[in-house]
């Protein structure tokens, strides 16, 4: 299958299509690498190249709170404000900065008391 240089006989690299904005949407080197995004607005939604890679993103305003890629990696995130408040990655990180309930202060307190192991409250 023919790129789109191609298909336009297009003799001058990098070649690049950009959107009314301005926005990079296609971009190919001489050798026929080429790199297509979708965009909404000026934040890139998805991201793809001849090599098989692809990633997607997903914004909340200017914050990105999710991405995965075609490498089966993935990220999550939620903000208040600024500030990234939880994170998980499928690698197994999560990093929780939420503020916590009083349910949830009491679990941690009994499980830092050795009352709660494995999620199970031991009996006396």
Known sequence: MKTIAQQLNI??????????DGNRIYFEWSDGV?????RNGRKV????????YWEKREWDGGKMIYRENSDGFWVKREF???KVI????????????RPKTDVQKAIDLLTKEGLIVNGQILKN
């Open 45 to 52: 939604i998805r991201y793809e190249n001849s090599k098989g």
């Open 11 to 20: 003799k001058t690299f990098p070649f690049e299509i950009k959107d009314s």
């Open 34 to 38: 080429w790199s297509k995004y979708e």
């Open 80 to 82: 208040d404000g600024d």
């Open 86 to 97: 939880y994170c998980e990655t499928s690698n197994g990180i999560i990093e929780d900065y």
